[in-house]
């Protein structure tokens, strides 16, 4: 595609779309980083967005033609919002559409399933990412990483369950090339680190790499459930818990070849980020 003109990544002071910004911008291309504050985002211009004040939507979608999708955060229903707006996008010129959404949830299913269903309806050039649980769950500001700082302990409802976890920077890596290759790839990226682990097989890795222990410890549905519905409404916490519970029946456990085929190089395992990311123990 020519990018003639600027590409607008929402939620460009998050975990993705922060990644998304900053390679788009090392590659030279004009960046609108979107976020509720505006908030700063080197190589980018950052504009205000706000997916539930539609008065944000129209500035931040000048001279853009192509977008990334960060669905807003806590939603069940994120179509409500997101349809609208992308309907906005098209007419203002947007060509190219590149939907952040999950390998959990398929075209149609709940949440942004249903954004990744009509996205082919509204952009011919268009791409769903579909990652894995992100590996960053463990190490940045997530309620999994904050239990094994404060008390060297993980808890889900995904049993011994395997998941191919994968790293923040090879999503957005991937992103990047969604954003821009020559043709859009027009399907759904389902992208995976190189391995499947458990949550006792992550435990493991945090231990040996930090020095710290780190245990596994397994909770039932409805504990899940409501110890996510604490930080966040309960249809999404229950949604949460749903798929974890999902994770310990096998629907994780799988591979794909999605980071080496676009971008030339393989996927980080858990053992490489954790040792790049975590600062070990330090000796008594």
Not at 11 to 40: D, E, N, Q
Not at 129 to 136: I, K
Not at 227 to 244: C, I, K, Q, T, V
Request: hydrophobic residues 45%; glycine residues 8%.
């Amino acid at each position: 595609m020519t990018a003639t003109g600027a590409a607008l990544v929402l939620g460009a002071t998050g975990t993705v779309g922060s990644r998304v910004a900053a390679r788009l911008a090392a590659r030279g291309s004009r960046v609108r980083a979107a976020s509720r504050r505006a908030a700063p985002v080197d190589g980018a211009e950052s504009v205000r967005f706000d997916w539930y004040d539609p008065a944000t939507w129209a500035s931040a979608l000048s001279g853009v033609d192509r977008v990334h999708l960060v669905a807003p955060v806590d939603s069940a229903t994120p179509a409500d919002v997101m349809l609208p707006f992308l309907e906005q996008a098209r007419a203002a010129g947007v060509r190219r559409a590149v939907l952040l959404s999950s390998s959990a949830i398929p075209a149609g299913g709940p949440a942004v399933g249903q954004v990744h269903e009509a996205l082919p309806g509204l952009f011919g050039e268009w791409a769903v990412l579909r990652p894995s649980w992100f590996m960053q769950n463990f190490t940045g500001d997530h309620l999994h990483a904050r239990s094994i700082r404060e008390e060297g302990v993980v808890r889900t409802a995904a049993g011994e369950g395997r998941v191919a976890f994968v790293d923040a920077d090879d999503i957005a890596a991937v992103a990047v090339h969604a954003l821009t290759d020559v043709p859009a790839p027009c399907t759904d990226l389902v992208v995976t680190g190189p391995e499947a682990l458990s949550h006792t097989d992550v435990a493991a890795v945090l231990t040996e790499v930090t020095g710290r222990t780190v245990v596994h410890r397994p909770l039932g549905y409805e504990e899940m459930r409501d110890r996510l519905a604490a930080s966040m409404p309960l249809e999404y916490a229950a949604m949460l818990a749903g798929l974890d519970r999902a994770n310990a029946g096998g629907a994780e456990d799988r591979t794909t070849d999605t980071v080496l085929r676009l971008t030339g190089r393989p996927a980080s395992s858990f053992r490489d980020h954790v040792t790049r990311t975590v600062r070990p123990a330090r000796a008594v």
